[in-house]
């Protein structure tokens, strides 16, 4: 009968054991791939905007929008298939930190590359070059440099430098209009209560392109300012290495190209060509 006890008391200890290197393997794998593990399929965490259409957007069906379709084409390149990856907002204030806190493995979600936001984290890219422009009304044909925004009613979001660089430096004489969201301010300039509206060249192509809007809007091609989007990774990943060779290869195979079309196609943008890796325009 003694035994038989430390007999079972044996196996036991054993059957632990080897449940625990199951564990530990597992998540090792994890690890390497740079994903997380739920219910034994990985999962990678990618951080995108939720509320701009056309670059990154949550709907009913699902997320849309350049953006989107970016992260998506690096995902697969990593391994992951569109169902393992797991879409999280990064709110523009929010985005250092979460890829500092490990939130996210990336994002693509609009990310200027600036020198100061290189002194916190890392960027792959650049992936697009868009610029800061103007929205203003199909038939509007009294506004064709960024000076004739003088007197003009300008609009612009709570928060945002884009309204107030074009007061300062282009039209001083700007009627500057802060609305709480783009959607206000394009609601605005439907109705005539603004006369431009502006932000990144890509961003207003995005809105423009709501099939609500088609055909009722037009950009100005004024090329204000440089922006230069990049993929936001954890500084020091191997991340960024992995991604910029996904980017490659995107605008190699005609993939980048088809994506803007899609997105910003509708509003009449006329794109920058795909930037070079690590060529970021001041």
Known sequence: MKLRKVTAASAAVLALALAATACGSSNDNDKDSGGSSSGGSKKITV??????????????????????????????????????????????????TMLQRGDVEFIAASYSITPERQKSVDFAGPYLLAHQDVLVRADDNSIKS????????????TGSTSAQNVKDKLAPKANLQVYPTYSACLTGLQNGAIDALT?????????????????????????????????????GSALKAKINTA????????????????????????????????????
Request: net charge positive; with cysteine; charged share 25%.
């Open 247 to 282: 980017l490659e290869s995107m605008v190699s195979d005609g993939s980048w190209q088809k994506a803007v079309d899609k997105n910003f196609g509708p509003a009449g943008y006329k794109n920058e060509a795909a930037p070079k890796i690590g060529d970021i325009k001041s």
């Open 47 to 96: 951080g995108i905007k939720f509320d701009q259409p056309g670059i990154g957007q949550k709907t009913p069906q699902g997320y849309a929008g350049f953006d989107v379709d970016v992260a998506t084409y690096i995902a697969k390149k990593l391994g992951y298939s569109a169902n393992q990856i797991e879409w999280k907002e990064s709110k523009s204030a929010d985005r250092e």
């Open 146 to 157: 960024p000076s004739d925004l003088n007197s003009k009613k300008l609009c612009s979001v």
């Open 199 to 235: 932000t990144d060249d890509s961003i207003l192509a995005g809105y423009a392109s709501q099939t609500q809007f088609k055909g009722k809007f037009k950009l100005g091609g004024f090329k204000m300012t440089n922006e230069n989007y990049g993929i936001g990774v954890k500084k």
